[in-house]
């Protein structure tokens, strides 16, 4: 009875850590769209950064979606791969708009970025969250005599984790 109650318990954490990753990661793809949307001007002769953008945030919010119907080692490989070419097309970006908004000063695009800023910070922070709780639900699996109770119980899978750079 203790070892379902602590395997329920572990389960149960990480996949409400993987649910705040998830408003997380969906703040961020909104403050993306919006940090494009106010950059528009800027970006007149990168038309090739913002359409990448735009295709890899889509992309990463299709791919959370998917992931979020079915937390799985394959889907959060995806959400990673997804979620690292957005994080190395918004560093492009955000290097841009620097180099830009160093010759005028745009007070509506800067508090956007600031947004993502702060999107990307709750991000990382669910992230490592999320992380830790799987750790702990796959140390909890391996650990005996909880590996048998677990097997028996259904608790077959370990949670996958989530890896990408962090902007």
């Known amino acids: 009875m203790i070892c379902k109650q602590k395997l329920t318990a ?15 990661l969906s703040c961020r793809h ?15 002769n990168a038309t090739d950064l913002n359409e990448n953008l735009t295709k890899a945030c889509q992309e990463a919010e299709r791919v ?3 992931a ?8 959060l490989s995806t959400l990673s791969k997804a979620e690292s ?3 190395t097309l918004l560093d492009q970006l955000q ?12 007070a509506r695009l800067s508090n956007q970025l600031e947004m993502l800023e702060a999107a990307e910070s ?7 969250a999320y992380n830790r709780s799987a750790e702990r639900f796959n140390h909890l699996l391996r650990k005996l005599p909880m590996s048998v109770c677990a097997y028996v119980l259904g608790h077959k899978n370990c949670a996958g984790l989530i890896k990408f750079e962090d902007n």
């Open 10 to 24: 572990g389960k149960q954490d990480y996949q409400e850590s993987f649910m705040a990753l998830k408003i997380a």
């Open 30 to 44: 909104q403050a993306a769209k919006h940090v494009l949307d106010a950059s528009q001007l800027y970006l007149l």
């Open 64 to 66: 959370l979606s998917q």
């Open 68 to 75: 979020t119907r079915s937390v799985s080692d394959e889907s």
């Open 85 to 87: 070419k957005l994080t």
């Open 95 to 106: 290097n841009h708009l620097r180099k830009e908004l160093k010759h005028r000063e745009d």
């Open 122 to 128: 709750d991000v990382l922070h669910s992230r490592r």
